[in-house]
């Protein structure tokens, strides 16, 4: 068979360093000739704050974010960026933050600096989300994704073990739906497959202890390739789902991505036996779907969408929502009698063996 595909790589610079954050966000910012950058975010790094502070005439700072992006606090923060001068925007924190960032980068074409205290993977991605009267609305655009990307593992030393293992499964799911998701090609499923490789065996150090540098290294690592196949392959049916959960009924965005995972990927893999294998590969299982779902058990991750407040009567309307944005490429049909019965099934925390 011929190999054949259309792939774009997204231009990113990524300055990887444990302990070297405000140095590598001095180095973004000096590189890039601005001075006068807008923070958004920063409450769980106050240290990395102040250098910069101390360091740029720092035009504003939004402090307080709020996960999916309300459009009101979005259309704000574009208005302070504006009002205040500023000619760049670092976002310190988790998604919510850098997607904050990126609106106000997608209207107003500032720069965006992204330093991750979470394992969101948003900063990898083009991909902005907002939600407004309870429908979450999102789309790609060049101008969203960051310019620069700064890693630095000390700024996820202090996730609770809870967050964090919960934003590092957020982040596996970027490799998982990567695999079926609509321009899904040869590169970005072996940049997918590297990303689970790091992310699972870091993700068993960070539940063994919270405190290894090095297992943090080794997720931030595969966050960011996870992010990047996602970005070039886009959004596949396990995010069009989450979209929903988190925009229409509010659930936890990290949280609701570990639960959903395994139902997923069940539905699909007898669709996608070279996903499987890869899946599987990465978590040393016999079956894909299997070991996501042993894995979130072994880690702590929510038993089901019950236990964060999504409940029998929400499961029409989610897969009626959710049916109409699952791209037709998915390997396996949808309809919304399926769907229902897969958010049943993820509502109860159903094995799914």
Not at 54 to 62: D, L, P, T, Y
Not at 101 to 120: C, E, H, M, Y
Not at 326 to 353: C, F, H, K, M, T
Request: aromatic share 4%.
């Amino acid at each position: 068979m011929k190999i054949r595909f259309d792939h774009t790589t997204l231009g990113q610079r990524v300055l990887f360093g444990t302990g070297a954050a405000a140095a590598n966000i001095a180095t973004a910012l000096h590189d890039m000739g601005v001075s006068r950058p807008l923070l958004v975010g920063g409450g769980h790094a106050a240290e990395v704050v102040d250098q910069i502070s101390e360091e740029f005439a720092v035009a504003g700072h939004i402090g307080e974010v709020v996960q999916h992006v309300p459009a009101e606090r979005a259309r704000e923060a574009v208005s302070l960026a504006q009002d205040v001068g500023a000619d760049s925007v670092v976002a310190i924190g988790g998604g919510s933050a850098t997607g904050l960032a990126k609106i106000i980068a997608r209207d107003t074409g500032l720069p965006v600096v992204a330093v991750p205290t979470t394992f969101s993977g948003s900063e990898a991605t083009d991909i902005w989300g907002m939600t407004e009267d309870e429908r979450k609305t999102t789309g790609t655009d060049l101008r969203v994704l960051p310019r620069v990307v700064v890693y630095d593992a000390t700024l996820t030393l202090g996730l609770p073990t809870d967050l964090a293992v919960h934003s590092g499964l957020n982040a596996l799911a970027h490799a998982v739906d990567s695999l079926w998701a609509p321009r899904a090609d040869p590169i970005n499923r072996a940049m997918a497959g590297e990303g689970m490789r790091a992310l699972v065996p870091g993700l068993r150090g960070l539940r063994a202890d919270l405190a290894d540098v090095r297992a943090h290294e080794q997720v931030l690592y595969g966050t960011y390739l996870s992010g990047v196949a996602l970005a070039s392959a886009g959004a596949g049916m396990h995010h069009k789902i989450c979209h929903v959960l988190g925009g229409t009924f509010n659930l936890p965005h990290a949280p609701t991505h570990a639960v959903v995972l395994p139902y997923v990927a069940a539905y699909n893999v007898e669709a996608d036996p070279d996903s499987e294998a890869r899946i599987a590969e990465a978590l040393g299982a016999s079956h894909g779907a299997v070991g996501l779902w042993d894995l979130a058990r072994e880690v702590g991750a929510p038993g089901s969408l019950g236990e964060i407040g999504f409940t029998e009567h929400d499961v029409d309307l989610a897969a009626e929502l959710a049916t109409a944005a699952i791209p037709d490429s998915n390997p396996r049909p949808v309809s919304q009698e399926r769907l229902a019965a897969l958010l049943g099934s993820a509502l109860r925390g159903d094995d799914v063996r």
